[in-house]
């Protein structure tokens, strides 16, 4: 079927983890993305499959209004919403699985919660260099995403009957988004296979396709034309495109969490621009990366701002104002697009 990518002895000792745990916890990033919930709820609907009574997906804060449909949202607790249900969670976990995240900072506020806890750790991830905080790490950063790594662990681990319907919702749900609707890092042929075998569990893939991507606010499709008519500049000579907007045009476009999802790649629909990023004056200013091909935007997301993520999705925080982020930004692009011309 598909080929094998994660180590036999890995499924091993998550297998035995598994088998020994019987209060689970699921935690995975803040500002979830659909390939964070949709690894987190495959993994519930699995285990609850499996047997397992007691399995909680907590999640670091709110999920977009796009991903609210996903199948086991209901059951999720959000920290920044209900601190005191997910503390309690955490405190009777005997297992911790994280998911779609290389290090504990990443789950935000919800990190000093974790602190002292005795419960195992495992962890499932694609990001580049995985923080040692679990004893038990399965990382990929081959691997498009992290639901893809969630289906083969079950499948590795012989326990594809207990994938269901609505855990395979979630894996494609997460396959999807983390490639932006198999448009990049989607060349592997196993993806396919999975895909495949995941229409044979009858997911809806067109369906699933509509409820993410065409699930708009008017505001969000008014502040779309915004960002691509008045604020995105191109830097032609560097096939460069930066977009940024500030916290007052977020404010007057009614912004709600997941409003600039996908905003920044946008500008890479534009034949020549290899290289987009996007900011977002949020407290701090967020930065996004997007680039096509060999070019590593990770690398200037780490060098202009301490940030990292994968060779084509990249992103950062800059804690000042967003001009002067903008300014480094343009400073830096030519140097760093001559040197990859070496
Ligand atoms: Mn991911």
């Given at each position: 079927m598909i080929s094998k990518v994660i180590e036999e002895a890995l499924i091993q000792r998550v297998e035995d983890v598994l088998d020994d745990s019987h209060h689970i916890v699921i935690i995975s990033h803040e500002n979830p993305d659909g390939d964070a919930i949709g690894s987190s709820l495959a993994m519930m609907h699995f285990l609850k499959a499996y047997g397992k009574e007691d399995v909680q997906v907590i999640l670091p804060n709110d999920v977009p209004q796009n991903l609210r449909?996903?199948?086991?949202?209901?059951e999720v607790l959000v920290y920044a919403i209900q601190p005191g249900s997910s503390r309690e969670k955490l405190q009777a976990a005997d297992l911790i699985i994280f998911l779609d995240l290389n290090a504990l900072k990443r789950v935000g506020a919800l990190a000093k919660e974790l602190d002292g806890l005795s419960a195992r750790r495992v962890l499932i991830d694609h990001h580049e260099f995985p923080e040692p905080f679990a004893p038990v790490t399965i990382s990929h950063?081959?691997?498009?995403s992290t639901s893809e790594l969630v289906f083969r662990y079950i499948c590795r681990s012989g326990c594809l009957n207990y994938l269901d319907y609505n855990a395979s919702v979630c894996i494609y749900t997460g396959m999807m988004t983390d490639t932006g609707c198999f448009s990049y890092n989607s060349n592997q042929p196993d993806i396919y296979i999975i895909i495949h075998y995941l229409l044979q569990k009858g997911v809806n893939k067109d369906e699933i396709y509509r409820k993410v991507?065409?699930?708009?606010s008017e505001d969000r499709m008014r502040m779309t034309g915004y960002l691509m008519y008045k604020a995105m500049e191109l830097m032609p000579e560097y096939q460069t495109a930066i977009t940024a907007i500030s916290k007052r045009k977020l404010k007057s476009f009614n912004y709600q969490p997941g409003d600039t999802e996908n905003i920044v790649n946008m500008p890479l629909q534009i034949k020549d621009v290899k290289i987009s990023i996007f900011l977002k004056e949020d407290n701090p200013v967020r930065i996004s990366f997007r680039s096509v091909g060999d070019i590593p935007v990770n690398r200037l997301a780490n060098e202009l701002f301490g940030g990292g993520g994968h060779k084509n999705a990249a992103g950062a925080r800059y804690k000042g104002k967003l001009s002067d982020a903008v300014e480094k930004i343009k400073a830096a692009i030519p140097a760093f697009v001559e040197s990859l011309q070496k």
């Amino acid at each position: 079927m598909i080929s094998k990518v994660i180590e036999e002895a890995l499924i091993q000792r998550v297998e035995d983890v598994l088998d020994d745990s019987h209060h689970i916890v699921i935690i995975s990033h803040e500002n979830p993305d659909g390939d964070a919930i949709g690894s987190s709820l495959a993994m519930m609907h699995f285990l609850k499959a499996y047997g397992k009574e007691d399995v909680q997906v907590i999640l670091p804060n709110d999920v977009p209004q796009n991903l609210r449909w996903m199948p086991g949202m209901e059951e999720v607790l959000v920290y920044a919403i209900q601190p005191g249900s997910s503390r309690e969670k955490l405190q009777a976990a005997d297992l911790i699985i994280f998911l779609d995240l290389n290090a504990l900072k990443r789950v935000g506020a919800l990190a000093k919660e974790l602190d002292g806890l005795s419960a195992r750790r495992v962890l499932i991830d694609h990001h580049e260099f995985p923080e040692p905080f679990a004893p038990v790490t399965i990382s990929h950063p081959e691997i498009a995403s992290t639901s893809e790594l969630v289906f083969r662990y079950i499948c590795r681990s012989g326990c594809l009957n207990y994938l269901d319907y609505n855990a395979s919702v979630c894996i494609y749900t997460g396959m999807m988004t983390d490639t932006g609707c198999f448009s990049y890092n989607s060349n592997q042929p196993d993806i396919y296979i999975i895909i495949h075998y995941l229409l044979q569990k009858g997911v809806n893939k067109d369906e699933i396709y509509r409820k993410v991507f065409y699930a708009f606010s008017e505001d969000r499709m008014r502040m779309t034309g915004y960002l691509m008519y008045k604020a995105m500049e191109l830097m032609p000579e560097y096939q460069t495109a930066i977009t940024a907007i500030s916290k007052r045009k977020l404010k007057s476009f009614n912004y709600q969490p997941g409003d600039t999802e996908n905003i920044v790649n946008m500008p890479l629909q534009i034949k020549d621009v290899k290289i987009s990023i996007f900011l977002k004056e949020d407290n701090p200013v967020r930065i996004s990366f997007r680039s096509v091909g060999d070019i590593p935007v990770n690398r200037l997301a780490n060098e202009l701002f301490g940030g990292g993520g994968h060779k084509n999705a990249a992103g950062a925080r800059y804690k000042g104002k967003l001009s002067d982020a903008v300014e480094k930004i343009k400073a830096a692009i030519p140097a760093f697009v001559e040197s990859l011309q070496k």
